[in-house]
Structure formats: structure tokens, C-alpha cells
């Protein structure tokens, strides 16, 4: 350790008989206020801290249109309808809503159980892909745009084009609920989906079910 | 009996290198530390897997609360005359009535959720006494009168006059119900603005989904 020179006594006769030796003064210092002080700082830095940084979810919407001719058509075997209602619930229908007493394609289920019902339906939708009936063109844009987007299964963008999910979150349904559903599509990979407005229809079936389930 | 003398050892401990370990911690948290903008309202923003960072100057920010309330944000560092312009187009289409000092108070006002009839009153608050001020909301509810419209067409004219590009965020809380969000959304498209980015906490991507898959695959061919 660097010691301070005390020893104010002019060069020469260092040292010699009757020259008073300088007191050396101790050159460690307290630490312990600054080790205080350090660690009220950090205390301070931690909680105040916002660690989680904001991210973003990007949404697109649809230009409204009301000319039929512009409007966007979809398969039916290839949709999926789902719609969020209160208390966490979704419900969903394949295809066209079929409610009657032979069949009945509305069901309900959570957000926990909504992946499952997705990957299955992209599945079915895979499964059922034939290249010759698909426009090629679209079909080779598609690969174009995954491929652009650093899709490493690219080759295989067009197999899902049929696929598409329609979102209908009603009133009762929150942000977050919305926010999840989106998330969902993002997780499952599917390109096409749309946020629409429910139908009455589709609303009495989810009073009906909330009513029999007990949802308030 | 002879008494056996035992070391005496010394008591003080070396802390140096306990300071040192401190000290870094500390300056790390120092440099990690973004002080947050005061908020007049508190936001829980859901989480969703989207990694991509947020853009937080040159933005419009719509607010949603837990109460279904709408607040309007313009945030722009760098431009300040920004805030000018869109405070005197809305004085003139509205029909406010701000004198210049007021409008000049627009700079420093950090959220917008009156109604027009309240602005000037926001206006007259004090900067600091604006952040606990309660305000009502942004009324955008009533598809006719969606004042949303307007704040959002003034702050998209302003920035396309100074030449800057804008995003539009959306930050919504979790509990706030779907209508509100759907009504800023009509707001935003009578815009002709189709195109937003929503403000979300980041979460992990479950394992074994598509979304994994695809990750890691690209992660291997890189």
C-alpha cells in the first residue's frame, strides 16, 4: 500500500542523532461508511429497477369494405371459429355453426385447452392439402413470403392455406383475453386469422352455455 | 499447570473483495436503471411471446385502463413543436377557445383522457397536480362521437408534416373489457391506420410448440 511520506525534515542528515523521528500515521482507512453507503445504493437501484422491458405485439387489421366482390373467402372445411366470453371461457365451432338436434359442433373449452384444438385443426387442414387444387400462384407467394420472413420449413408454407381462424371476442371478453388468443396464433403459427364481431346467434348459444355452466 | 498459550488470531476479515463484488453489482443496476416516465395510471400489460422491442419515440400511445378508460399520449423526444401542432389543429377544429400559454402547457402534459369540453381545464392544471388528477376518459365509445378520431387524425397530420415516421401503440390493462379496445381500434381505422403495435409484457415460449420448433430450427441453420 502507497504509505505518505510523513518525514517533513529536509534531505541530508536523514535520521541522524537528535532529529525527531516523524510519527507515521496509519494509512488504512475506515471503509465500513463507504461499504454502507454502497449498499443503501443498491438497494435503492434494485427495487427501483424495471427490469421487464416492454414488448410489442403487432396487429393487423383489414381495411372494411362493404363491396361483397373485395371481400376475403375462405374455405369452410378450413376455418375455425373461436369466440371469447366471460370468465376466461372460449368457445369454438369448426366450419359452419351447426346447432341441432343431431349435431352439434359448438363447444366450449379454456384457454388451456385452446392450443390443442388448434394444432389439431391445422393438422386436419394438412392432412387434407391437395396441391392440385391450390392456386399456385398464391400457393408459390406464400412460400416467397415465408421464405422472406426466415421460415426454416418454408417449403412447406403452403400445406395450411386453407387454414384460417376467426376470432370473435364478444363484450364480456377482456384485453387480456384478446391479447392471449393473439398470442395463441402467434405460438401455433397460423397466418391467416381475423378479429370479427359475434353474431346473435352465436351470442344466445354462449348465454345459453354460461347459463348452464354457471359462469357470472 | 502449565498453562497452554493459544494463538490469538486475528479477528478482522479482509473486505475487499467483498466491497468490489458490491460495487459492481452497484454500478451494474445504475446502468440497468431507466427511470420510468411518471404514469398517472397504473397499466398491467398482458404478456404474450413476441420478443420485439418497443418503439418509444415518434409513437402515439393509446392507453386503456382497467376501467375501460381512454388516454391519448404523443410521445416525441426530439420534436417538441410536435406537440404545438397537434394541440393548435385540435383548438381550431374543436372550437376550444386555448389561449397560447395553455397551449403551450400541451409540451409538458404527459396523457390526455378528457373529454374536449375538459381540456382546457387540463390544460390549467398544474404539471405535477396533473398526475394525480383522475380523468374521466376519452369518450369513444359512442361510434358517433369518438373524440379518439380526432386526437389520432391532428397527431398523424402533425407528424407527417415534420417528416417523422409514427407507430401506434396500443397499451391496454389486462382486465380492460373488449369493447373499449375494439372501439380504439374503429378510431384507429377511420384513419385509414391499419397497423398497430400493442404493449405487452414478454413471456417464454412454451416448449414443444410450432413456434419453438421453427425457433430452434433457425437458430441451427444460422
Same mark, same amino acid.
Request: glycine share 6%; proline share 5%.
Given at each position: 500500500?502507497?504509505?505518505?511520506?510523513?518525514?517533513? /525534515?529536509?534531505?541530508g542528515?536523514?535520521?541522524?542523532p537528535?532529529?525527531?523521528? &516523524?510519527?507515521?500515521?496509519?494509512?488504512?482507512?475506515d471503509m465500513?461508511?463507504m461499504?454502507?453507503?454502497?449498499?443503501?445504493l443498491i438497494?435503492?437501484?434494485?427495487?427501483?429497477?424495471?427490469?421487464s422491458?416492454?414488448?410489442?405485439?403487432d396487429?393487423?387489421m383489414?381495411?372494411?369494405? /362493404?363491396?361483397?366482390?373485395?371481400?376475403?373467402?375462405?374455405?369452410?372445411?378450413?376455418v375455425?371459429?373461436?369466440m371469447?366470453?366471460k370468465?376466461?371461457?372460449?368457445?369454438?365451432?369448426?366450419?359452419?355453426?351447426?346447432?341441432? &338436434?343431431?349435431?352439434?359442433?359448438?363447444?366450449?373449452?379454456?384457454f388451456?385447452g385452446i392450443?390443442?384444438?388448434?394444432?389439431?385443426k391445422?393438422? *386436419?387442414?394438412?392432412?387434407?392439402?391437395?396441391? &392440385?387444387?391450390? /392456386?399456385?400462384?398464391?400457393? =408459390?407467394?406464400?412460400?416467397?413470403d415465408?421464405?422472406?420472413n426466415?421460415?426454416?420449413?418454408w417449403e412447406?408454407a403452403?400445406?395450411?392455406?386453407?387454414?384460417?381462424?376467426?376470432?370473435?371476442?364478444?363484450e /364480456?371478453?377482456?384485453?387480456?383475453?384478446?391479447?392471449?388468443?393473439?398470442? !395463441?396464433?402467434?405460438?401455433?403459427?397460423?397466418?391467416?386469422?381475423?378479429?370479427v364481431?359475434?353474431?346473435?346467434?352465436?351470442m344466445?348459444?354462449?348465454?345459453?352455455?354460461?347459463?348452464?355452466?354457471?359462469?357470472? | 499447570?502449565?498453562?497452554?498459550?493459544?494463538?490469538?488470531?486475528?479477528t478482522?476479515?479482509? #473486505?475487499?473483495p467483498?466491497?468490489?463484488?458490491?460495487f459492481?453489482?452497484?454500478?451494474?443496476?445504475? #446502468?440497468?436503471?431507466?427511470?420510468?416516465?411518471p404514469?398517472?395510471?397504473?397499466?398491467t400489460?398482458?404478456?404474450?411471446?413476441?420478443?420485439?422491442?418497443?418503439? !418509444?419515440?415518434?409513437?402515439?400511445?393509446?392507453?386503456?385502463?382497467?376501467s375501460?378508460?381512454? +388516454?391519448?399520449?404523443?410521445?416525441?423526444?426530439?420534436k417538441? !413543436?410536435?406537440?404545438? *401542432?397537434?394541440?393548435?389543429a385540435?383548438?381550431?377544429?374543436?372550437?376550444?377557445?386555448?389561449?397560447?400559454?395553455?397551449m403551450?402547457k400541451?409540451?409538458?402534459?404527459? #396523457?390526455?383522457?378528457v373529454?374536449?369540453?375538459?381540456?382546457?381545464?387540463?390544460l390549467?392544471? *398544474?404539471?405535477?397536480?396533473q =398526475?394525480?388528477?383522475?380523468?374521466p376518459?376519452?369518450?369513444v365509445?359512442?361510434?358517433?362521437?369518438?373524440?379518439?378520431?380526432?386526437?389520432?387524425?391532428?397527431?398523424?397530420a402533425?407528424?407527417?408534416?415534420?417528416?417523422?415516421?409514427?407507430?401506434?401503440?396500443?397499451?391496454?390493462?389486462?382486465? &380492460?373489457? +373488449?369493447?373499449?379496445?375494439?372501439a380504439?381500434i374503429?378510431a384507429?381505422?377511420?384513419n385509414?391506420?391499419?397497423? +398497430?403495435n400493442?404493449?405487452?409484457?414478454?413471456? *417464454?415460449?412454451?416448449s414443444?410448440?410450432?413456434?419453438?420448433?421453427?425457433?430452434?430450427?433457425?437458430?441451427?441453420? =444460422?
Amino acid at each position: 500500500m502507497a504509505s505518505i511520506d510523513t518525514g517533513g /525534515d529536509g534531505g541530508g542528515h536523514k535520521k541522524g542523532p537528535g532529529v525527531k523521528k &516523524a510519527k507515521k500515521l496509519s494509512t488504512k482507512v475506515d471503509m465500513t461508511p463507504m461499504v454502507d453507503l454502497g449498499f443503501l445504493l443498491i438497494t435503492f437501484f434494485v427495487f427501483t429497477a424495471t427490469m421487464s422491458t416492454p414488448t410489442t405485439l403487432d396487429l393487423n387489421m383489414p381495411k372494411d369494405v /362493404d363491396d361483397p366482390n373485395k371481400k376475403t373467402e375462405v374455405k369452410q372445411s378450413g376455418v375455425l371459429t373461436i369466440m371469447l366470453g366471460k370468465g376466461d371461457q372460449v368457445y369454438y365451432y369448426e366450419g359452419q355453426l351447426e346447432v341441432s &338436434a343431431e349435431k352439434n359442433n359448438f363447444k366450449q373449452t379454456t384457454f388451456k385447452g385452446i392450443r390443442d384444438i388448434i394444432i389439431n385443426k391445422k393438422k *386436419d387442414v394438412i392432412s387434407r392439402y391437395n396441391p &392440385a387444387t391450390v /392456386d399456385p400462384v398464391s400457393c =408459390e407467394k406464400e412460400k416467397a413470403d415465408a421464405k422472406k420472413n426466415g421460415d426454416p420449413f418454408w417449403e412447406k408454407a403452403c400445406e395450411d392455406i386453407d387454414f384460417m381462424v376467426i376470432i370473435k371476442p364478444n363484450e /364480456d371478453a377482456t384485453y387480456k383475453n384478446t391479447v392471449d388468443i393473439l398470442d !395463441e396464433m402467434l405460438i401455433c403459427k397460423v397466418k391467416r386469422y381475423a378479429m370479427v364481431k359475434v353474431l346473435e346467434d352465436e351470442m344466445k348459444l354462449i348465454r345459453a352455455t354460461e347459463q348452464q355452466n354457471g359462469i357470472k | 499447570m502449565p498453562s497452554v498459550k493459544m494463538p490469538r488470531k486475528n479477528t478482522d476479515t479482509d #473486505m475487499t473483495p467483498f466491497v468490489d463484488i458490491a460495487f459492481l453489482i452497484l454500478s451494474f443496476f445504475i #446502468m440497468a436503471t431507466k427511470f420510468k416516465p411518471p404514469e398517472p395510471v397504473e397499466i398491467t400489460t398482458p404478456g404474450s411471446v413476441q420478443s420485439q422491442k418497443l418503439p !418509444e419515440n415518434n409513437a402515439i400511445l393509446v392507453t386503456i385502463d382497467s376501467s375501460d378508460k381512454v +388516454y391519448f399520449t404523443v410521445l416525441s423526444e426530439k420534436k417538441k !413543436e410536435i406537440y404545438d *401542432d397537434i394541440i393548435k389543429a385540435i383548438n381550431t377544429s374543436q372550437n376550444l377557445g386555448l389561449s397560447p400559454a395553455q397551449m403551450q402547457k400541451y409540451r409538458t402534459t404527459y #396523457m390526455v383522457g378528457v373529454p374536449f369540453a375538459g381540456v382546457k381545464q387540463l390544460l390549467d392544471t *398544474d404539471t405535477k397536480a396533473q =398526475e394525480s388528477l383522475k380523468q374521466p376518459g376519452i369518450p369513444v365509445k359512442d361510434t358517433l362521437n369518438n373524440q379518439l378520431v380526432w386526437w389520432i387524425r391532428e397527431a398523424k397530420a402533425a407528424f407527417a408534416n415534420a417528416g417523422e415516421k409514427l407507430n401506434y401503440l396500443i397499451k391496454g390493462d389486462g382486465k &380492460a373489457k +373488449y369493447p373499449a379496445f375494439e372501439a380504439v381500434i374503429a378510431a384507429f381505422k377511420k384513419n385509414d391506420i391499419l397497423k +398497430y403495435n400493442l404493449v405487452t409484457s414478454l413471456d *417464454d415460449v412454451p416448449s414443444g410448440s410450432e413456434l419453438d420448433r421453427a425457433n430452434k430450427a433457425a437458430k441451427k441453420t =444460422e
